[in-house]
C-alpha cells in the first residue's frame, strides 16, 4: 500500500476567507465530518492536482483557547487528541488587516512548525499591495499573496505549498520575552506531557499556551493535573506579573514592526464605518434588524409553505398508491401510518432547515450577521444567553429543529447548551394547529374592551413564549449551566456580496445532516407511537342468539350501515380502538396527574399522541371524540365536539379556563420528539434531552395548574 499522501491544515480567524480558500484549492469538494466528541464540522478534501490532503481547521483569533472547540486548533496542529498530525500549516491573514490577522502565525512559528503564510482578499486592497518578502523576513516564512475570490494567486500558492512540503521543518521563531515570561515557562515546560511535543520549542511554545489557557473556568478536556497544578503556581509566583499582557505585548512589538516597515496600507473601509454607525446605533440600528428579521421571519413561514405542501402530497400521494397496491394488514399499516408517516415527519422540517440556513448564510457572508449579534448582546447578556443566541431563538419561531442546529455558531460549549435549553420554548409553528383549535373552540370572536378576543390571545401566546424563554435563560444560567461572564469578542468584516456557490453548499449538507443523522432517531420514535396508538387490538364482540342481548354501544360499534352512518360507526369504531389501546390506557393512568389542570383521559391521549409531534394533537383529538382521520385545525366538526362535551352532571367537559391551560401547557412543554432527537444529536447523549424533557413539562405542569387552580378559586368555571 503506498503511503497517505501530506496533510496541510489552513489556519486563520474568521472572515479572513479561510474556507473560501480551502474551497478554491481542493474544487469545493470537501469530505464533511465532526471532530470527535463535539459538533464543529471536521473538512478535508484533495488538493486540486494532488500531491496533499487538505485540512479545514475551524477559525480561531488565538491558539489561546478555554472550550474543548477551541482546542480543536492547537490538536489539530500537534496532533493531540487523535488528530493527524499536519506536515504543514497554511496560515490565511487577512491582507487588509495585517498586524491583528498575522497574530496567529506568530504563535504558529513559536512552535516550530513548517508554515506557508497566505495573505488573501488582495482584491480588497486599495493601493499598492504589501510586500511578501518583508513579511517573510519578520516571521522567518514564506508568504504569498492571493485572492481566493477571484482566484488570483492560487497557481503560485499551490507551487509554493508543494516547495514547502519538500523542504520539510524550519527554526521556530524566537521573540525576546520578558524575564517574567521566561521564568514561568520554565517553570511549566517540565510538566507538559512528552507525548505531545516532538522538541523544545514545541514544548515551550505549549508551556505558553498553558499559561494563557487554563484556568479554574475552562473546559479543555484532557489535561493532565500536573500540568494545571504548574501553570496555578506559575501564576501565582510573586514575579509572575501580568503574564497575558506581557506576552500579547511582545507579540505585537514584532508585528508593529512589520506594519511600520510596510507603511500603512489604505483599504476601501470608510463607506464600511458610515453604515456601521446606523448598523449599531442603539436605536437605528435596532430598527434596521427588526425590518430585516420581520421579512426573514415571514419568508420562514410563508416561504416554505409551498415547500412543505409538495412534500406533504408527495407522500400522501405514495401513502396513497401503497393503500391501494397492499391487501389491508398490520403489515401495510405499519409501512403506510408508522414507516411512511415518520419519514414524512422528518421530511417537512426540511424546507424550513434549508430555508434558515440560506438566511444565515446570506446575513453571514455579507457581514450583517456579526452585527446582529454585537448590537443584541447587551440584552442577551442580561438574562445570561450569549449576542449570539438571538439569531437560533428568533428562528425558534418556526421550528425549534432548526434553531437548535444554529447554536453552532457559539463557541463556548456553555453558552451552546443554555440556548438549546431555552429556544424550544419560543412558539414554533406546529404550536399554532393546537393554538387555533383551542382558541377557536373555546373562545367567542368577539370583542372585549375594544380588543378581538381571538387575535389577542394568539399574540398573547406569542408574547409569552419569548416571557418564559428570558426567564428560564436567567434561571437555567445561574444555577444548572452557571458560568463566567466572558467577554464577547467578534471580527466585524466589511460588508461583502456572499458567495452562492458556498451559501448553497453550507445549505445542502446542513439539509443533509438533519435528515441522515436527526431524521433516523425520528423514525423510530414515530414507529413507537404508531404501536402505542394501535395496540393492543380491541377484541370483536362474540355473536348472540338475539341482537338485543348486545350492548348499545357495540350496536353503534359494528351494526352494518351505508352512506354517512356507515362513516359515522367506522370513525367510533377507530375511536374505540384507541381508547382500549395502550394509548388509551395510559391516558387514563396519567388521568389523576392532569385533572388539576382541567384535563380528562382524552384529552391525555391527544398529549401523548402530541409528543410525536405538536401537530398530531388535533388529528388524535379527532380519533378520540370520533371525527375520522381527515381532521385539521379548521374542522368545525371537531370544534364543536370539544364545544359540547359534556360530564355526567351536564357541565361543560372544556371550559375557556380549561383551554387557557391547555394553551399554557402546549406553550412549555416539551412535546416534540423532533427536537429532543436533535439536542440527542448536538450534545452527543441523552443527558441533556432527559433535562429539557423533565424541566419543560415539570414547568409546564406548574403554570398550567397555576392558571387553572388560580382561575377556579377566583371564581371562573372550571
Known amino acids: 500500500m503506498s503511503a497517505p499522501l501530506p496533510l496541510v491544515a489552513i489556519l486563520g480567524n474568521p472572515n479572513t476567507g479561510k474556507t473560501s480558500l480551502f474551497n478554491a484549492l481542493s474544487g469545493n469538494l470537501g469530505r464533511v465530518g465532526n471532530y470527535p466528541g463535539v459538533t464543529v464540522d471536521r473538512r478535508e478534501a484533495l488538493l486540486r492536482g494532488g500531491g496533499a490532503r487538505l485540512l479545514d481547521v475551524p477559525g480561531c483569533y488565538s491558539l489561546a483557547s478555554r472550550s474543548a472547540e477551541e482546542q480543536i486548533a492547537v490538536s489539530s496542529l500537534l496532533g493531540l487528541q487523535g488528530e493527524e498530525r499536519p506536515s504543514l500549516v497554511l496560515i490565511v491573514a487577512d491582507a487588509t488587516q495585517l498586524p491583528r490577522t498575522l497574530y496567529l502565525a506568530v504563535q504558529v512559528r513559536e512552535l516550530g512548525l513548517p508554515a506557508l503564510i497566505v495573505l488573501n482578499m488582495a482584491d480588497e486592497l486599495d493601493g499598492p499591495p504589501p510586500d511578501p518578502a518583508v513579511i517573510a523576513a519578520a516571521l522567518d516564512a514564506p508568504v504569498v499573496l492571493v485572492s481566493a475570490r477571484t482566484g488570483a494567486g492560487l497557481d503560485q500558492l499551490r507551487t509554493k505549498l508543494r516547495a514547502e512540503l519538500a523542504r520539510g521543518a524550519r527554526a521556530p521563531l524566537a521573540l525576546p520575552w520578558p524575564a517574567s515570561v521566561q521564568a514561568a515557562v520554565a517553570a511549566v515546560?517540565?510538566?507538559?506531557?512528552?507525548?505531545?511535543?516532538?522538541?523544545?520549542?514545541?514544548?515551550?511554545?505549549?508551556?505558553?499556551?498553558?499559561?494563557?489557557?487554563?484556568?479554574?473556568?475552562?473546559?479543555?478536556?484532557?489535561?493532565?493535573?500536573?500540568?494545571?497544578?504548574?501553570?496555578?503556581?506559575?501564576?501565582?509566583?510573586?514575579?509572575?506579573?501580568?503574564?497575558?499582557?506581557?506576552?500579547?505585548?511582545?507579540?505585537?512589538?514584532?508585528?508593529?514592526?512589520?506594519?511600520?516597515?510596510?507603511?500603512?496600507?489604505?483599504?476601501?473601509?470608510?463607506?464600511?464605518?458610515?453604515?456601521?454607525?446606523?448598523?449599531?446605533?442603539?436605536?437605528?440600528?435596532?430598527?434596521?434588524?427588526?425590518?430585516?428579521?420581520?421579512?426573514?421571519?415571514?419568508?420562514?413561514?410563508?416561504?416554505?409553505?409551498?415547500?412543505?405542501?409538495?412534500?406533504?402530497?408527495?407522500?400522501?400521494?405514495?401513502?396513497?398508491?401503497?393503500?391501494?397496491?397492499?391487501?389491508?394488514?398490520?403489515?401495510?399499516?405499519?409501512?403506510?401510518?408508522?414507516?411512511?408517516?415518520?419519514?414524512?415527519?422528518?421530511?417537512?422540517?426540511?424546507?424550513?432547515?434549508?430555508?434558515?440556513?440560506?438566511?444565515?448564510?446570506?446575513?453571514?457572508?455579507?457581514?450583517?450577521?456579526?452585527?446582529?449579534?454585537?448590537?443584541?448582546?447587551?440584552?442577551?447578556?442580561?438574562?445570561?444567553?450569549?449576542?449570539?443566541?438571538?439569531?437560533?431563538?428568533?428562528?425558534?419561531?418556526?421550528?425549534?429543529?432548526?434553531?437548535?442546529?444554529?447554536?453552532?455558531?457559539?463557541?463556548?460549549?456553555?453558552?451552546?447548551?443554555?440556548?438549546?435549553?431555552?429556544?424550544?420554548?419560543?412558539?414554533?409553528?406546529?404550536?399554532?394547529?393546537?393554538?387555533?383549535?383551542?382558541?377557536?373552540?373555546?373562545?367567542?370572536?368577539?370583542?372585549?374592551?375594544?380588543?378581538?378576543?381571538?387575535?389577542?390571545?394568539?399574540?398573547?401566546?406569542?408574547?409569552?413564549?419569548?416571557?418564559?424563554?428570558?426567564?428560564?435563560?436567567?434561571?437555567?444560567?445561574?444555577?444548572?449551566?452557571?458560568?463566567?461572564?466572558?467577554?464577547?469578542?467578534?471580527?466585524?468584516?466589511?460588508?461583502?456580496?456572499?458567495?452562492?456557490?458556498?451559501?448553497?453548499?453550507?445549505?445542502?449538507?446542513?439539509?443533509?445532516?438533519?435528515?441522515?443523522?436527526?431524521?433516523?432517531?425520528?423514525?423510530?420514535?414515530?414507529?413507537?407511537?404508531?404501536?402505542?396508538?394501535?395496540f393492543p387490538e380491541r377484541p370483536l364482540p362474540e355473536p348472540t342468539a338475539t341482537p338485543t342481548e348486545n350492548t348499545a354501544a357495540e350496536a353503534t360499534l359494528d351494526a352494518p350501515l351505508d352512506g354517512a352512518g356507515a362513516q359515522a360507526t367506522q370513525a367510533a369504531s377507530r375511536a374505540a380502538d384507541l381508547e382500549y389501546s395502550a394509548a388509551g390506557r395510559l391516558g387514563k393512568w396519567i388521568e389523576p396527574a392532569i385533572a388539576p389542570l382541567g384535563f380528562d383521559w382524552r384529552m391525555g391521549i391527544g398529549l401523548i399522541g402530541a409528543f410525536a409531534a405538536r401537530e398530531v394533537f388535533v388529528s388524535t383529538m379527532g380519533l378520540v371524540y370520533g371525527i375520522g382521520e381527515d381532521v385539521d385545525e379548521e374542522s368545525l366538526a371537531l370544534r364543536d365536539r370539544i364545544r359540547a362535551e359534556r360530564r355526567p352532571d351536564g357541565q361543560p367537559v372544556y371550559t375557556p379556563l380549561a383551554g387557557m391551560s391547555l394553551l399554557v401547557f402546549f406553550a412549555l412543554a416539551a412535546q416534540c420528539m423532533s427536537t429532543l432527537a436533535v439536542v440527542k444529536r448536538e450534545t452527543g447523549g441523552y443527558r441533556w434531552p432527559a433535562f429539557l424533557f423533565t424541566y419543560m413539562t415539570a414547568l409546564a405542569w406548574i403554570c398550567s395548574f397555576i392558571v387553572y387552580q388560580g382561575g377556579r378559586a377566583l371564581g371562573f368555571a372550571g
Open 189 to 534: 515546560a517540565p510538566a507538559v506531557p512528552a507525548a505531545w511535543t516532538r522538541s523544545e520549542a514545541e514544548r515551550q511554545g505549549l508551556a505558553m499556551w498553558a499559561l494563557l489557557s487554563i484556568d479554574e473556568n475552562d473546559e479543555l478536556e484532557g489535561i493532565p493535573q500536573e500540568l494545571r497544578t504548574a501553570v496555578r503556581a506559575a501564576r501565582a509566583a510573586p514575579a509572575s506579573g501580568d503574564l497575558e499582557r506581557d506576552v500579547i505585548v511582545t507579540r505585537y512589538d514584532r508585528l508593529d514592526a512589520v506594519a511600520a516597515a510596510l507603511g500603512q496600507a489604505q483599504t476601501r473601509r470608510l463607506w464600511t464605518e458610515r453604515i456601521d454607525a446606523v448598523l449599531l446605533h442603539p436605536i437605528a440600528g435596532s430598527l434596521v434588524f427588526l425590518v430585516v428579521m420581520g421579512v426573514v421571519f415571514q419568508a420562514l413561514f410563508s416561504g416554505a409553505d409551498p415547500f412543505v405542501g409538495l412534500l406533504e402530497q408527495a407522500m400522501g400521494a405514495v401513502a396513497a398508491g401503497l393503500e391501494g397496491a397492499l391487501p389491508p394488514s398490520l403489515l401495510t399499516d405499519l409501512l403506510i401510518e408508522g414507516l411512511l408517516g415518520g419519514v414524512g415527519n422528518v421530511l417537512v422540517f426540511v424546507p424550513q432547515i434549508a430555508l434558515l440556513f440560506l438566511f444565515i448564510g446570506v446575513l453571514e457572508g455579507s457581514g450583517y450577521l456579526a452585527r446582529v449579534a454585537l448590537l443584541m448582546d447587551r440584552v442577551m447578556r442580561s438574562v445570561g444567553l450569549h449576542g449570539r443566541a438571538f439569531v437560533p431563538m428568533l428562528s425558534g419561531f418556526a421550528c425549534a429543529v432548526p434553531a437548535v442546529m444554529a447554536t453552532r455558531t457559539m463557541e463556548r460549549k456553555r453558552d451552546r447548551l443554555l440556548t438549546m435549553m431555552v429556544v424550544p420554548l419560543m412558539t414554533c409553528s406546529a404550536r399554532l394547529p393546537v393554538y387555533t383549535l383551542i382558541i377557536g373552540a373555546l373562545f367567542p370572536p368577539t370583542e372585549e374592551a375594544g380588543w378581538p378576543v381571538q387575535g389577542t390571545l394568539m399574540v398573547g401566546m406569542y408574547a409569552f413564549s419569548v416571557l418564559m424563554a428570558l426567564v428560564s435563560a436567567a434561571v437555567l444560567g445561574r444555577t444548572v449551566l452557571r458560568g463566567p461572564s466572558v467577554p464577547f469578542l467578534i471580527e466585524l468584516p466589511p460588508y461583502r456580496w456572499p458567495q452562492p456557490r458556498g451559501v448553497l453548499r453550507m445549505v445542502r449538507l446542513r439539509a443533509q445532516t438533519f435528515v441522515k443523522d436527526a431524521g433516523s432517531v425520528i423514525l423510530v420514535l414515530s414507529v413507537l407511537m404508531w404501536a402505542l396508538l394501535r
